[in-house]
């Protein structure tokens, strides 16, 4: 029995019952008396026994495996939202196969193509483009998939995201009633929905508050820290420097701080800096980054929570578009504790400290 797989027939012989008996009680089948159950149980833990996905998966019609595909598995980001993924799915007796695109259409679709191959029950997409046929593709054919922190521009998928445009509102508003009037933003491609409602965030707080755009004070690019460090050498080398800048992820904001370093300018004392996304380094003591929470792990769990409905045939009869409140975390980088001759922060503002000791705008 130590050489081989033992079998639930094996199983059924020794506790003298029939096999289906031993299928029911390894599943956990409230038909199966309590005692006999776990004395089926504890001989198959005692034997060795492992169930075989394949053949459950041709009896259940399920593999129990959902497949997350994000655009970079190595942005810290990616990776808090991916454990609310883990928890939730293993919670409800599923496994997850990570997938990373590097940000790259053809590699999301060889994907989409492989996981369908492997038999996942459903996806989830953080890797997503405005426009990506082999996503519609999945839409229109009702296989279930849930995007998170991405939407296509027809919205045809259910999805989970934050309020891109109001917290990219929040964080430049924060900086305008800190007194700068020069502003720039660094953000994402404008393929993306996140590149975009941030963009289009930061311009309404600046034309809300008459505050003048600057054409030299835009770069949009990857999610990334070279990103943020070329476009913000190029900003603050001008004659006409911002005098603040908002990057539209942790991670750009970590690019714009080399820049800085590297031209001996100080943070806050010389540029102000906000991000987005709280990822955990941005509270390190070194960093104190001023930035935009997006409930990472909550959004997380949401998504595998909708996309377990969508597997279980509760789809409801219309997509599900999740939309989650942004809340500004004020840090050190952005000046606003340092004493100066500009504008205060407006007093009537809702001034809470979260769990870590920061302070919460909302």
């Known amino acids: 029995m130590q050489n081989k797989v033992p079998t639930i027939k094996e199983i059924a012989k020794i506790a003298n019952v029939s096999a289906m008996t031993v ?35 041709l009896v259940s019609k399920r593999s129990q495996l ?9 942005n810290q980001y990616f990776s808090e939202l991916a454990r609310g993924i883990e928890d939730k799915a293993r919670e409800n007796g599923y496994n997850v196969i990570f997938c990373s695109t590097d940000n790259d259409s053809e590699t ?15 996806f989830i997409l953080a890797a997503v483009r405005l426009k990506e046929p082999i996503v519609e593709e999945l839409a229109d054919q009702h296989f279930p998939v849930v995007l998170v922190n991405r939407e296509l521009k027809e919205k045809k998928a259910n999805s989970v995201v934050i309020d ?13 009633k800190c007194g700068y009037e020069k502003i720039g933003i660094i953000t994402g ?17 600046l034309g809300d508050h008459g505050i003048t755009f600057y054409e030299d004070f835009i770069s949009q690019g990857p999610f990334t820290t070279e990103h943020g460090c070329k476009a913000a050498t190029k900003m603050l080398s001008g004659k006409n420097r911002p005098e603040a800048i908002f990057a539209a992820s942790d991670k750009i904001a970590l690019g714009v701080m080399d820049a800085a370093g590297k031209l001996g300018l100080y943070i806050p004392e010389d540029l102000a800096l906000v991000g987005f996304d709280d990822t955990e ?7 104190n980054l001023t930035t935009v929470s997006q409930k990472k792990y909550e959004m997380g769990a949401l998504g595998v ?13 219309s997509v599900n578009n999740i939309v989650l409140a942004p809340e500004l975390i004020i840090r050190k980088s952005c000046g606003c504790q340092l004493p100066r001759n500009k504008r205060p922060i407006n007093n009537t503002a809702i001034v ?9 705008l909302r």
Not at 36 to 51: F, V
Not at 108 to 122: A, H, I, N, S
Not at 164 to 176: M, R
């Open 305 to 317: 929570q909708i996309l377990l409905d969508l597997i279980n045939g509760q789809d409801h009869g």
């Open 23 to 57: 299928s029911r009680a390894l599943n956990n089948n409230p038909r199966v008396r309590e005692k006999t159950r776990k004395k089926i149980q504890t001989i198959a833990k005692q034997l060795g026994y492992r169930p075989n996905r394949i053949a459950r998966s």
């Open 108 to 122: 999301l679709k060889t994907y989409v193509r492989l996981m369908m191959e492997v038999g996942v029950d459903g």
């Open 66 to 74: 959902i497949s997350l595909i994000v655009a970079d598995i190595g």
């Open 189 to 205: 491609a404008f393929n993306l929905s996140t590149g975009i409602e941030r963009y289009e965030g930061y311009r309404k707080a």
């Open 164 to 176: 891109n445009h109001a917290g990219a509102y929040l964080v430049v508003e924060h900086l305008i």
């Open 281 to 287: 380094f941005s509270s390190n003591a070194k960093i």
């Open 352 to 360: 809470t400290p979260d769990t870590r000791g920061n302070t919460v």
